[in-house]
T-cell receptor, first 111, second 110 residues
Framework: QKEVEQNSGPLSVPEGAIASLNCTYS??????FFWYRQYSGKSPELIMS????GDKEDGRFTAQLNKASQYVSLLIRDSQPSDSATYHC???????????FGSGTKLNVKP | DAMVIQNPRYQVTQFGKPVTLSCSQT?????MYWYQQKSSQAPKLLFH???????NEADTPDNFQSRRPNTSFCFLDIRSPGLGDAAMYLC?????????FGPGTRLTVT
């Protein structure tokens, strides 16, 4: 399978701070990237997708993609305790038919 | 609400005893997936279907089989479960690059 690498964490940030999550990928042919949030014992939930170089913002979340450097990042502004979860980066090829996930970064937001 | 449904949510089976996990969807999506996820690991793609076209990942063990009798239903068969097959099994669908996951089935092998 394709390689998607993430720091497993845990990443601890205080409530209200910016959490920065990073991901690198090995296949230069990867076209699309996704961030999923997974609470303990639950299934992954899509929170952001990004297809082009640059930034994409959605509420408190900003995804950043740099294809030349093969990294993707997720910024969470004004972090809340409810943001505490594992965040998986995923890449997609084959016309959206196959998704490969990183092992995830565990985020702890401390009140 | 339209969704991806997995049954059962928890399944206990004995070592070597065949087990079937079920998934259904009301989203009418063409693509369906089965993933295996072990604790603190990435969801690992086992198979996916584009309509009835079956696609097996190269490293999916032969012990795992799948069936998709129609658009709505997909099954994962584990022919002879081993202790190493204990995991969460996730079913998902996708449309235009967005995946929708079911709640998962937690499989325990005793």
């Amino acid at each position: 399978q394709k390689e998607v690498e993430q720091n497993s964490g845990p990443l601890s940030v205080p409530e209200g701070a910016i959490a920065s999550l990073n991901c690198t990928y090995s296949d230069r042919g990867s076209q699309s990237f996704f961030w999923y949030r997974q609470y303990s014992g639950k299934s992954p939930e899509l929170i952001m997708s990004i297809y082009s170089n640059g930034d994409k913002e959605d509420g408190r979340f900003t995804a950043q993609l740099n294809k030349a450097s093969q990294y993707v990042s997720l910024l969470i502004r004004d972090s809340q305790p409810s943001d505490s979860a594992t965040y998986h980066c995923a890449e997609n090829q084959d016309n959206f038919n196959k998704f490969y996930f990183g092992s995830g970064t565990k985020l702890n937001v401390k009140p | 609400d339209a969704m991806v449904i997995q049954n059962p949510r928890y399944q206990v089976t004995q070592f070597g005893k065949p087990v079937t996990l079920s998934c259904s969807q009301t989203l009418n999506h063409n693509v369906m997936y089965w993933y295996q996820q072990k604790s603190s690991q990435a969801p690992k793609l086992l198979f996916h279907y584009y309509d009835k076209d079956f696609n097996n990942e190269a490293d999916t063990p032969d012990n795992f089989q799948s069936r998709r009798p129609n658009t709505s239903f997909c099954f994962l068969d584990i022919r002879s479960p081993g202790l190493g097959d204990a995991a969460m099994y996730l079913c998902a669908t996708s449309w235009a690059g967005e995946q929708y996951f079911g709640p998962g089935t937690r499989l325990t092998v005793t």
